[in-house]
């Protein structure tokens, strides 16, 4: 018998999704015994690249996610509503939920999880973190025996697209931007790729699953890159590094050390770092487990047929449980057993850490009138703060002032903080246009 999907969006992914559906051979075999029953789309009338069979397609959503016949659910449509809505429907009516949607994931993954629990179905989300690149399965299953000690990625092509082309060509953010919007790499409202949001959702998800806990998204620090210049770029390659825009989970070694750190900010990258090389529109995650060590997922974080690649992948794993029966092992209070490396059975909300306790190394740009002692007292100040100095370069001018940059030794980020808020009260100082982190 075969299992039927209940497809809600035919977009890129959607589209994506069917094109391998509708062809299995050389495929596992499993994808014969996969149905697509239905088919929620929002306007009959757009062209379709793919041939359904007529009467498959429908506007009616809910229809969809009530249907007895419907096994699983497939969630592409994006946004959060009426995803959200749809989906807790779904696993009302008892229906497994394949999404990619890490928007709604992330927001109200606490609510889609408990009444997925509740319900005793599974919600998959391979497609909603990095596209085509398997890292929610590993980080469940494959590296499951190992405390993860930090996940480190960039999880968003546009701004590594973005910033690949600002480091080759020496172009300004603005002028990378207009030429992505027009070739397609970046969307008209780019919001939510380059001030961080997207990473920020999806950096989350994968800590969540890492740490073992909920993870709220307000807590998660989050920085965009539209106030990186050609001439950060300029100085990161002088300096032996490459700017990109990592989101990081990791456990704190502050005081608090069952407190997370989880944030997403352009960063200084030594070149000689794993994720330095990953250019253009890829993305990758760097994960250190222990006793596992490094180890890194590298491939295509978006596009249609990467994205339809892990939404088909976790249609498959519902499938095969299904198809072995496990779902039918019933807990005492009647609810069906779930497996749970596959199921999501974090309660508690992680501790996240302040990024006052964060210690990191720090670059800064100041732009300062060029007179004697300047350095001088930049030094004394970072000095009074406990904030120790790896080098200082003053290499020319810009716009007739003296362009300093610092870079600083690990630092505890508070303190440096505070270091730059009195600078920025010197008389000498006539601005700081960057402060970026440095990855050690
Ligand atoms: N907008 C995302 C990116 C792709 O640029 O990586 C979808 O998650």
């Known amino acids: 018998m075969a299992f ?98 890490k928007a709604a994931i992330a927001r109200y993954g606490d609510e889609i999880f408990t009444a997925a629990n509740q319900a005793g179905v599974y919600v998959l989300l391979e497609a909603a973190v990095a596209g085509g690149i398997p890292v929610i399965e590993p980080l469940k299953q494959s590296l499951c025996a190992n405390r993860i000690r930090a996940l480190t990625g960039i999880v968003n092509g546009t701004t590594n697209y973005i910033l690949t ?7 300004d953010f603005d002028a ?20 961080g949001l997207d990473a920020a959702d999806k950096i989350a998800i994968l800590a969540s699953l890492a740490f073992g806990g909920r993870i709220k998204l307000p807590e998660v620090h989050c920085e965009g890159i ?13 300096l032996g590094f490459v700017i990109k825009l990592l989101a990081t989970a990791k456990r704190d070694e502050g005081p608090d050390s069952d407190a997370l750190q ?42 249609s047929g990467p994205t339809a690649s892990a939404v088909v992948a976790d249609i498959l794993n519902i499938a095969a ?19 749970p490396l596959l199921a999501c059975s974090h309660q508690d909300y992680c501790a996240i850490a302040p990024m006052a ?30 904030v120790s100095i790896e ?14 940059v610092v870079i600083t030794h690990d630092v505890r980020e508070g303190n440096f903080r505070q270091a730059l808020d009195e600078i920025r009260t010197f008389e000498t100082i006539a601005s700081i246009p960057s402060v970026l982190r440095v990855l050690s």
């Open 262 to 303: 989880v944030r997403v900010h352009p960063t200084f990258v030594p070149k000689t770092h794993p994720l330095a090389s990953v250019n253009g529109v890829f993305n990758a995650i760097l994960i250190e487990g222990d006793p596992v060590g490094q180890v890194m997922f590298f491939g295509p974080g978006a596009g």
């Open 357 to 386: 306790e964060l210690v990191t190394r720090f670059y800064v740009r100041f732009l300062a009138k060029d007179s004697p002692g300047v350095i001088g007292k930049l030094g004394t100040c970072f000095g009074n703060y406990n």
């Open 321 to 339: 449980i299904l198809k072995v029966g496990r779902e039918a092992v019933m807990r005492a209070d009647g609810t069906p057993l779930l497996d």
């Open 391 to 404: 080098s200082v370069v003053q290499i020319g001018m810009r716009d007739e002032l003296a362009e300093i």
């Open 226 to 238: 539209r106030k990186i210049s050609a001439a950060d770029i300029t100085y990161a390659d002088r």
């Open 165 to 171: 082309r600002m480091q080759t060509e020496g172009s």
């Open 176 to 195: 990378v931007l207009a030429d992505a919007q027009r070739l397609g790499y970046a969307e008209a409202d780019p919001t939510a790729d380059v001030d």
């Open 4 to 101: 039927k999907i209940g497809l809600l969006g035919l977009g890129t992914v959607g589209t994506g999704t069917v094109e391998i559906l509708l062809n299995p051979t050389q495929r596992h075999p499993l994808l014969q015994e996969i149905e697509i029953h239905r088919v929620g789309v929002r306007s009959l009338d757009k062209p379709r690249s793919v041939t359904l069979p007529p009467g498959l397609i429908t506007t009616d959503l809910e229809s969809i996610v009530t249907d007895p016949a419907v096994d699983i659910v497939v969630e592409v449509i994006g946004g959060l509503e009426p995803a959200r809505s749809l989906m807790l429907k779904a696993i009302e009516h008892g229906k497994h939920v394949v999404t990619a949607n």
